[in-house]
Each structure stands twice: as structure tokens, then as C-alpha cells.
């Protein structure tokens, strides 16, 4: 393959120059993206289902909740969360509440004759042992401050209009006594087993809203928080599903947990029922995006799991009547831990992608290869590779110059996103990655690190000789070996070239047929 100049490799964009690396590399080490096309018309007004461990679980630290911050977002419409993350938090009072935890083996009802597991990943499930009357067992906080400085946020269209916070319940089987579970002023019958939304409370225009909540029963029995659902006007709905320490082959076998060597694992029929609970719009289209640490384990066997995850993931969404999904699976950045190698991190994400190249409604996208393998420690190599690439800043949101300023990953961060273990990112370090995942899914330009406005070409695929819209001006266009073909007019049109195949515009892919 004839060798990229050094001018060339600063125009093209990271995922050009990735596809003319990988073409010289072994197969063993091809992380290209696969089926993308699928992933893309649902950015802005799909439902997001994040599912994984404890690399989604829903902070600002994590890359999945920070995409809700970074990515160019027209609206956040929904977020649902488990009772403790950086949106809505839960706190026990008065000595009658607990966290059921994945440590414990989500056991509920523990030490009762109503002792039941439930592993569904919801982080965590509060759960309350009440005596008759009216009991406050919690204290709830909604913080939209957790979103205001991201770009839908900044812009007001993050869980905007007559937003509402909804408590999300969970009863199990013989739970004891019929009562009422209060949020704020607004009651909710329990009712059948399994998950449920309660009444929606109004979350006003405030940044918190702080409720309690309370129960009020008939005789003495249990009432079990699993998070809230806040909800404003219709766009990108985003939930998480995931705990520390959760496994693809959890993911994969559809049982109750069993103390103590199978806890992390769940029954489909919760899955499915949590998927009904949940749905806001029966209609609106789903991306299931499993989002994991990497395993140390041979790539084939990560595929056989993977296979079965999205399996069951399918049979969930079918038995709760929801369409079905388009499943995401993304490999994470590079880690240097103890129990994780760098060629264990690749053949992690040679078995998702294995699972993708193989199943047409499966996408799969590598945030390692995005990021040319380096472990962001603030060793030189992770320095480098952000100035080189055009990440030494980081604008979105309020993070721009004028208001906060943007994120000075080299200046300030000096290249070290990610925490001592070498493992889960910083705040900064979540930011980072996410704008990356926005970038790589949408093949995105970017401008001072920033995500920018996307650049759609039109037609695209198109035929050859065809007129081309929706390019920037004076644009290059080169060839997948990296030869410049031709340039965008000054109104951002120009002919698709005269021979077949892949070119890329700026920095956008297109497809000549």
C-alpha cells in the first residue's frame, strides 16, 4: 500500500486513516467499524438502552451517560435511571431502607419468607421493610444540573417543557400487604408483580426537584424503588442498565441470580418487563448498545456469549411487544490493568466484532481503534496523539470560549484521562471518549476538538458523475489510497468521481456505486 505523507495524515480523518492502517495489518487485529448505517438515523429520537458494567453504569464520569452532554443532541427527551446515579438519587432515611446490591446477589425480601432475587442491573433497587401506616423511607433528588452543560442542555432542550419525574417500582411475587407508594404528592396502587412507572410528578423549571417518598400500607410489607423515569417533550431517550463487575456471560444466561457464584445474571421475563415499564412511546425505535469492560478471554468464545446476549435482548423486546432492536456493541478504550493485556483488549473486540460481521442488525464500533490503541495515562504517546489529532480542546455545551471554556485535555488534563487503575475514565476522560463515539458512529468533522455540525452529502451513496450536495467549500477529495481526485466548489457541490468506490470528502466518507 503506498505510503500517506505526513500532510495527508493531518487532513484525513481518524477513521480514513484506521481504514488504510488496518488494510496493511492482520485480520487478527481489524477493529474497523461494522454496519454503522444501522446505528445513525436513530441518534437523534431513538431509545438508547445502555446496557453493560461498571463502564455504564449512569454518571458523568461514564462514557454512555456523558453522550448525553457531547453529542450534538436535538433534544434529550427521556432519561431512565436506577436510584443512584449523577441524575436522580435516592437516599434511605429513617433506618427503614436498604440497597439491594449485585455484592449482596440482589436478593430481595433478604431473611424473610418473601426472600426472592431479582438481578435486573438497575443501580441500585432501594428497597423498604415497612410497618402498617404511613412511612417516609426516602428522600429523592432530581438534579437537572447534571445535564445543563451539555449541548442539549445549554441550549434548553434538555428535558424541556412540562418535564415530569415518574418513580419506577418494583413489586415481587407474595410481597406481603397491598398498599400505596407515595412520590411527592402523587400515589401509586402497587399492582401486579414486576416493574412499573408510578404517576408522573411535574419537575417544574427549577434545577432539583427534592421529594420524599412514602408509603402507606395496610400491613406490615415491602416497597422496593428501582429509579426514576424523567421525561419532557419527545427526542433522545437514554437508560441504563448495568453494575460493577457484570460480564457478557451474564448478560447471556437467562436465570435468577444464585449466591454466591452466579449473581449477576437475570431472568428475561424481568428484562421484557422492564423494557414495557419503561416505554414512554411503543413506536419509538430502539438501540440496545452493550457497552463492557474488556475480558480477558479468547475471541471466539467472547462471540458464542455475545450471541446469546443479543439473542435474549431480541426475545425481551418481542415478549414486552416492542419492535425489534438494533443492537450496538461497543469496545471500550485501551486499559492497562493487572488482569487485562492490551492483546486481550483487542481480541475482546475481535469477538464483538465477529458477532456484527455475522448478524446484519448488529453494529459494531471500537473506541480502542478510534483512539489508536493508546492508554490515556498522561504518558507522551497519549499527549501526542491528542495534539496530532486535534484533541488537544475539547468545546461543547457551555464548555466553549465565551462561557466556561472548553475542556483543556493536554493543557490542563495533560493527556491523563483515565482514573489510577488505568481502567474507567475521569469526568473529562468520559467526555472525551463519548465525543469520540459521536465522531466515529456519524463519521463527524470536528473543529478544535469540538463536535461540530454534521456533514450530510447528498446523494450518498451516489452514482458515478452524479452532482453531490452538502460539502463544505473547497473541500479535497481523495481516494482510499490517499490520492487527491479532485475538490468541493465553493458552494459545497461537486461530481462524484468517474470510477466506483469509497473517498473521502473533508473528512466524510462517500460511496461511489
Known amino acids: 500500500m503506498p505510503r500517506v505523507p505526513v500532510r495527508l495524515r493531518r487532513r484525513l480523518s481518524a477513521l480514513a486513516l484506521a481504514a488504510l492502517a488496518w488494510g496493511a495489518q492482520a485480520q487478527t487485529e481489524d477493529l474497523s467499524p461494522v454496519h454503522l448505517d444501522l446505528v445513525r438515523p436513530y441518534i437523534q429520537a431513538g431509545r438508547w438502552v445502555w446496557m453493560g458494567d461498571s463502564f455504564a453504569v449512569p454518571t458523568r464520569r461514564r462514557v454512555p451517560f456523558a453522550s448525553l452532554l457531547t453529542w450534538p443532541l436535538e433534544r434529550v427527551g427521556a432519561v431512565a435511571v436506577g436510584p443512584q446515579s449523577t441524575l436522580a438519587m435516592a437516599t434511605p432515611v429513617d433506618g427503614t431502607a436498604r440497597w439491594v446490591r449485585s455484592e449482596d446477589g440482589y436478593v430481595l425480601g433478604r431473611g424473610t419468607s418473601r426472600e426472592e432475587p431479582m438481578g435486573v442491573p438497575v443501580y441500585r433497587l432501594l428497597e423498604a421493610d415497612l410497618p402498617v401506616g404511613d412511612t417516609r423511607f426516602a428522600r429523592l433528588i432530581v438534579d437537572r444540573e447534571a ?7 445549554a ?16 413489586e415481587q411475587d407474595e410481597a406481603g400487604a397491598r398498599g400505596t407508594v407515595r412520590l411527592g404528592e402523587s400515589a401509586t396502587p402497587l399492582g401486579t408483580p414486576g416493574f412499573r412507572l408510578g404517576r408522573p410528578l411535574g419537575l417544574g423549571f427549577g434545577s432539583r426537584l427534592a421529594s420524599d417518598l412514602r408509603a402507606d400500607l395496610s400491613a406490615p410489607g ?18 441504563f442498565l448495568a453494575d460493577v463487575s457484570w460480564s457478557t456471560t ?20 424481568h428484562l421484557a418487563n422492564y423494557l414495557q415499564a419503561t416505554t414512554l412511546d411503543p413506536a419509538q425505535p430502539s438501540v440496545v448498545a452493550f457497552y463492557l469492560a474488556p475480558e480477558p478471554r479468547p475471541a471466539e468464545g467472547v462471540a458464542e456469549t455475545v450471541r446469546v446476549a443479543v439473542a435474549r435482548v431480541r426475545d425481551a423486546f418481542q415478549k414486552a411487544g416492542l419492535p425489534r432492536p438494533v443492537v450496538l456493541l461497543v469496545h471500550s478504550h485501551a486499559v492497562e490493568t493487572e488482569s487485562v493485556a492490551r492483546a486481550e483488549t483487542v481480541a475482546f473486540g475481535r469477538g464483538l466484532r465477529e458477532v456484527a460481521r455475522a448478524d446484519p442488525e448488529v453494529a459494531f464500533v471500537s473506541l480502542y481503534a478510534s483512539t489508536g490503541g493508546v492508554v490515556f495515562d498522561g504518558r507522551p504517546e497519549a499527549v501526542a496523539w491528542l495534539q496530532r489529532e486535534g484533541w488537544a480542546e475539547l468545546s461543547y455545551g457551555t464548555h ?8 483543556r485535555l493536554v493543557a490542563d488534563e495533560r493527556g491523563a484521562l483515565l482514573d489510577d487503575r488505568r481502567l474507567h475514565p475521569t469526568e473529562a476522560g468520559a467526555a472525551f471518549f463519548s465525543a469520540v463515539l459521536y465522531q466515529t458512529l456519524t463519521a463527524e468533522s470536528r473543529a478544535r476538538g469540538g463536535v461540530a455540525v454534521r456533514t450530510v452529502l447528498f446523494p450518498n451513496p451516489a452514482f458515478r458523475g452524479a452532482r453531490v450536495t452538502g460539502a463544505g467549500s473547497d473541500l479535497p477529495i481523495y481516494d482510499v489510497l490517499g490520492r487527491l481526485v479532485g475538490r468541493t466548489g465553493v458552494d459545497g457541490t461537486f461530481s462524484a468521481p468517474r470510477a466506483a468506490g ?4 473533508g473528512r466524510t466518507p462517500l460511496i461511489v456505486q
Open 250 to 269: 451474564g448478560f447471556a444466561t437467562d436465570d435468577a441470580p444464585a449466591p454466591p457464584d452466579r449473581v449477576k445474571q437475570f431472568r428475561t421475563e
Open 400 to 407: 466553549t470560549d465565551g462561557r466556561d471554556g472548553p475542556l
Open 502 to 505: 469509497v473517498y473521502i470528502v
Open 155 to 170: 441550549a434548553g432542550r434538555a428535558l424541556s417543557g412540562d418535564a415530569t419525574v415518574r418513580p419506577l417500582l418494583f
Open 147 to 153: 445535564l445543563a452543560d451539555g449541548n442539549a442542555g
Open 222 to 239: 415491602l416497597a422496593h424503588l428501582a429509579g426514576v423515569v424523567v421525561a419532557g417533550q419527545p427526542g433522545h431517550t437514554a437508560q
